[in-house]
């Protein structure tokens, strides 16, 4: 099955690299290869669903920044698409009061370009490493906000339909670091709502989230908070860590920080299984402790069903997640399918 898409993607003339290795492109910089993974523009992405869209039994997840993702150690056995992260002058457009920008873009790009047009609420993004689309699909947030406290629609196109719809946020079924947006879902350009501001004040407030984050969070290779915060975030997974103990605790390459108990370090050596047997040991001991299930904030790439369900949200199963999620790829047309 796979050569007949690589072999579309080729008669399309769609540039498609084969058994790629997959670390580079995390921030984990671990992992295994991909069968294949496509590059493409928010441009270029129609062509690339329709060919998908005619091979629907493929496996395909897209890929932003990779700055919330562990690729398991054998890698994934499908399709990974690329977003590329769009730099140019069109990237943001600055509309009275919202901004529209693409999926690809990074999220410090976009707070900063939004200061300098003298549009505010977007500060805190650019304390996030990854892409607008990536965040969209996480709801990633921090220092008060998050996408959905701005977002008011998003443009996706389906890699399984290969249909493209403008969808509203509310209709995305965005939670508390989650949303019900599929990785064959692709989010090419997001509208967020924003307010009046002057770059000074816009600046200051940027210098202060980089400062903030350069104090709390350790650097190197890590995918930022590793679970999310439990109870809607009304705790603090890195607290309920620490107070076992666990800063310092190691596998192999991999250790739990010992500047911020809910990042996971990746050194030299480091493999995906180090990572997730570290997982494994803080879920265990937090449940044991404080009788709360912690669930992995950062996407599990490639891994067994059993890994992926261990460290899945129970609550994904909800009657209105399901629905929302229904509703989501009924508008993208994949129940004609
Ligand atoms: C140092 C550090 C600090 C961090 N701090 C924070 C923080 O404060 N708050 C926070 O919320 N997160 C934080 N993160 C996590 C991460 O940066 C965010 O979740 C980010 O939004 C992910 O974007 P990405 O492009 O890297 O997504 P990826 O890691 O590439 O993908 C993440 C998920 O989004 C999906 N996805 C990616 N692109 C798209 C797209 N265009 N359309 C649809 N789905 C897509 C993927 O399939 C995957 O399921 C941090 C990470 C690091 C490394």
Redesign the pocket.
Known sequence: MMPSVIQDFHNAGIEVRIDVSLAPL??YGVGGNAACVVKSTVEGIGHVAQILSSHPHIPV?????????LIADHGFNGVVVL?AGATGADAIEVQDDHVRVG??VL?PVLARRSVAAERGGLEWCV?????V??????N???HGA?MASSLRDVEIISLKSGRREVVPAHSLGLHF?GSV?A?H????SATLATTSTNTAAGTNEINAVVAW?REH?PGGR????VFVNPLDGARSAGALIDELGLRGYSVGGAQVSEKHANFIQASDGATPSDIVSIMQHVQQEVERVHHIRLRS?V?LIGFSPDIEEQFADPRHNESGRLEAGANLQKVLGEDER
């Not at 997840?61 to 993702?69: E, K």
């Not at 304390?127 to 892409?131: A, F, Q, V």
């Open positions: 995390t921030t997840v897209v890929l932003g920044r990779g700055s919330n993702v977003l999926g690809g999220m304390g996030i490493p990854g892409t689309g990536g965040a969209v699909r996480m990633a947030g921090g998050d670091r947006i990785p879902h692709v989010v090419t984050r969070q890590n995918a930022g908070s904030e996407r």
